[in-house]
């Protein structure tokens, strides 16, 4: 029987997943499968009780899971502790101890949300991006870092961008087999015009990309350039990759073409285990108000029925609830306009739950 990691965390991490896993509940309505599932204490509620966003125990039980599934971290609370036991911690211990280098982040702009987006209609309708973000390596793992005095009573802040070149090759290979299935576009961002380890990034893609994956078009972009880009003519992207920085950056300027955080699930993938886990943070201010959007969270669960569990459908018939709810005019708080039905995140819930018992 598969095993899932269940890992609610902070704020409306806490609300959505547990929608979320009313969803996974009816699972067995259309689909012959029983999946195990274990709730466990991550972030600021883990400080709370155990001191440390994260303990040994829960690590280990990450790793023996088929997949964990993962609300979010952080809050007010916990904003003036120490680096090393603050929640984002976790998750940085978390995606390092799982080895999941590859972080999926689709970007797809729904046609009954077109007037949710800051951008005008006709630029983002029909947007459909997937930023493949590499997420073990990088400035955020990188040493030496931290921050020293020096003699003269200044302090130096120190951090280090590194990548070695198998880093690189097997989130590029990633990228390019996502793009495979898509259509066949690769963007590779760096900044190789100012920083090596970005004109390692540049050789190497392009030379996996020549080598392994000819069928696939592969252009490069400066990262600034990309920026601006991604703004102008956002239809034009298929797959970006990205290394940790960037792609951290990238990855929340494409979930504003679609103007809906709340709709944005993400996959973690990599060597011994997967995290899937909704793009928005905890948002503390509408946390315990029923408000929130479980959108990002019930697809973050179709992504791991598609990638984690081999059950397409499953994840496709998901999908397709959404998709319905919405045309029928159901939309929280954060996606709402006049003209539509405002319903809380239990509510939403319940009515993306029918749906998807009504796909079989
Ligand atoms: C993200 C977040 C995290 C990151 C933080 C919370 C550590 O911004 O998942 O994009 O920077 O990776
Ligand atoms: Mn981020």
Redesign the pocket.
Known sequence: MPKILVLPGDGIGVEVTEVTLEVLATIGVNHEIQIETENELFGGSSIDVNGVPVTNEVLEKAKSSDAVLLGA??GPKWDNLEYEIRP?KG??ALRKELGTFANLRPAVVYSALNDASTLKKEIIDGVDIMVIRELTGGI?FGTPRGIEKLPNGEERGINTLLYETSEIERVARIAFQIARKRRKKVTSIDKANVLEVMELWKKTVTRIGKDEFPDVKLDHLYVDNAAMQLIRRPKSFDVILADNMFG?II??EAAQLTGSLGMLPSASIGEEGAIYEP?H?SAPDICGKNTANPTASILSLAMLLRYSLNMDEAAQEIEMAITNVLSKGYRTADIYEEGTKKVGCKEIGKLIIEEFKNQH
Request: charged share 25%; hydrophobic share 35%.
């Open positions: 971290v952080g984002e998750l940085l955020y951290d990855s929340d793009v943070g």
